[in-house]
C-alpha cells in the first residue's frame, strides 16, 4: 500500500549535478529516517546519505561535501542533491523511508531505483 516513487536520474558529465526526488504515498501516518543507497554492478549496496525525522544527516565519506540530502515531510519526499559529480558515483540509486503506517507498525519500503551514470 505504501510506494515510494524517485525521480531525476540521468546521464552526466563529471563535474556536473543532479537531484533526485523519491515521494512516499499511500497509507502512511508518517516516516521516520529516510536514506538513499547506491549499487554498482557486482558490488554491495552502500549507504550515500541517511536524514531523520527531526532532519539530523549523515553522509559516507566519499561524497561528504558534495551531496545533501534534505526531506519535506508536508510532502512525504526526501531529496539528494549530487554535485560535482564522479565517474565513481555511477550506481543504481534507491529511496528507503522507515514509514510508521496507522497501526503504528513500521516498514522497510525502497523506491524501485534510478540510473545515475557520470561520464569520464
Known amino acids: 500500500q505504501v510506494q515510494l516513487v524517485e525521480s531525476g536520474g540521468g546521464l552526466v558529465q563529471a563535474g556536473g549535478s543532479l537531484r533526485l526526488s523519491c515521494a512516499a504515498s499511500g497509507s502512511i501516518f508518517s516516516i521516520n529516517a529516510m536514506a538513499w543507497y547506491r549499487q554498482a554492478p557486482g558490488k554491495q549496496r552502500e549507504l550515500v546519505a541517511q536524514?531523520?525525522?527531526?532532519?539530523?544527516?549523515n553522509y559516507t565519506d566519499s561524497v561528504k561535501g558534495r551531496f545533501t540530502i534534505s526531506r519535506d515531510s508536508a510532502k512525504n519526499t526526501v531529496y539528494l542533491q549530487m554535485n560535482s559529480l564522479k565517474p565513481e558515483d555511477t550506481a543504481v540509486y534507491y529511496c528507503?523511508?522507515?514509514?510508521?503506517?496507522?497501526?503504528?507498525?513500521?516498514?522497510?519500503?525502497w523506491g524501485q531505483g534510478t540510473q545515475v551514470t557520470v561520464s569520464s
Open positions: 536524514i531523520t525525522s527531526g532532519g539530523s544527516t
Open positions: 528507503y523511508g522507515a514509514v510508521v503506517l496507522p497501526w503504528n507498525n513500521e516498514r522497510a519500503c
